[in-house]
């Protein structure tokens, strides 16, 4: 699986904006996607996941409330819609497919594919 993810920019506090991971071949559904987000200067987080089906969705508390994840198995692709963007949302942010699951937080040592960074910078 190949993940490519976009959808990030500049916006103010306050704003929203969401990022898009397209992900390449038919199996794109039988994974579990979930979205990380590495700050200037720390280390990459977990910030929210979706099972396969999309039934089932986790959040990090720093995010939850204001953060949803979609997917569309249809499209190949998942979604990160943030509202409320705070100035400590700042990072590059990776979507990453893994086949396994997981009741909550998903390990990075877990996932099994990792896409490309998108950069969201929100200003104060």
């Known amino acids: 699986v190949q993940l490519q993810a976009s959808g990030g920019g500049l916006v103010q506090a306050g704003g929203s904006l969401r990022l898009s991971c397209a992900a390449s071949g038919r199996t794109f559904s039988s994974y579990n996607m979930g979205w990380f987000r590495q700050a200037p200067g720390k280390e990459r987080e977990f910030v929210a996941a979706?099972?396969?089906?999309?039934?089932?969705?986790y959040y990090a508390d720093s995010v939850k409330g204001r953060f949803t994840i979609s997917r569309d198995n249809a499209r190949n692709t998942v979604y990160l819609q943030m509202s409320s963007l705070k100035p400590e949302d700042t990072a590059v942010y990776y979507c990453?497919?893994?086949?396994?699951?997981?009741?909550?937080?998903?390990?990075?040592?877990?996932?099994?594919?990792w896409g490309n960074g998108t950069l969201v910078t929100v200003s104060s």
């Open positions: 979706i099972n396969w089906s999309g039934s089932s969705t």
């Open positions: 990453a497919a893994t086949g396994t699951y997981y009741s909550s937080n998903y390990p990075q040592g877990g996932m099994d594919y």
